[in-house]
């Protein structure tokens, strides 16, 4: 029985080794290489509780083309602000995808999203740490006025208004074409 239970498996693993093989790895596609034109150092304005912040963000493509990774960094409410986002699109759901992490909690921000082309917006909705900790409904909308310009703005819950806003602007001296 012992034997019958080892050739059983080994021919399981042999077939999932040869299903895997025949599977072609995921490749950048169009959404990707509007990713990919984020790239390089931007500087933001972050408005919030009625305040202006500035700030930096990094954007640059990386695990194979396939992620927009980004850097953001400013002082916040007196307090030294760090976030980590991760960005990319989701071919077998046909959706932009965000994974969002910082310094003020320990729990990501998972959004899913589309593109607007005609509007030069990206609509993502998803679900995050509220201001209490639990659990609380978030939509970005970002638009992209042109290739060295973008609004950001965020809704919390079921708000209205925008909890928080970000103007960035490229940083100055870097065209598209030079980043890095």
Request: charged share 25%; hydrophobic share 35%.
């Amino acid at each position: 029985m012992n034997a019958v239970r080892c050739l059983v498996v080994a021919l399981l693993a042999l077939a999932m080794t040869t299903a895997a093989r025949s599977q072609e790895a995921p490749k950048p596609g169009p959404e990707h290489e509007m990713l990919k034109k984020l790239g390089g150092p931007w500087e933001l304005t972050m408005k919030a509780g009625g305040q202006e912040f500035k700030g930096k963000a990094i954007y640059k493509m990386e695990v194979g083309g396939m992620w927009l990774v980004s850097t953001v960094e400013c002082d916040l409410f007196g307090q030294k602000f760090s976030g980590k986002g991760l960005d990319s699109y989701d071919t077998g759901k046909k959706k932009f995808t965000s994974v969002w992490v910082d310094n003020m909690s320990g729990i990501p921000l998972l959004m899913e999203g589309t593109y607007d082309k005609d509007k030069k917006t990206m609509t993502l909705t998803g679900e995050g740490p509220g201001m209490d900790g639990k659990p609380t409904k978030y939509k970005s909308v970002t638009e992209f006025v042109d290739e060295s310009t973008m609004n950001f703005t965020m809704y919390m819950g079921d708000a209205k208004e925008p909890g928080f806003t970000i103007a960035y602007k490229r940083a100055p001296g870097k065209k598209p074409s030079d980043k890095k």
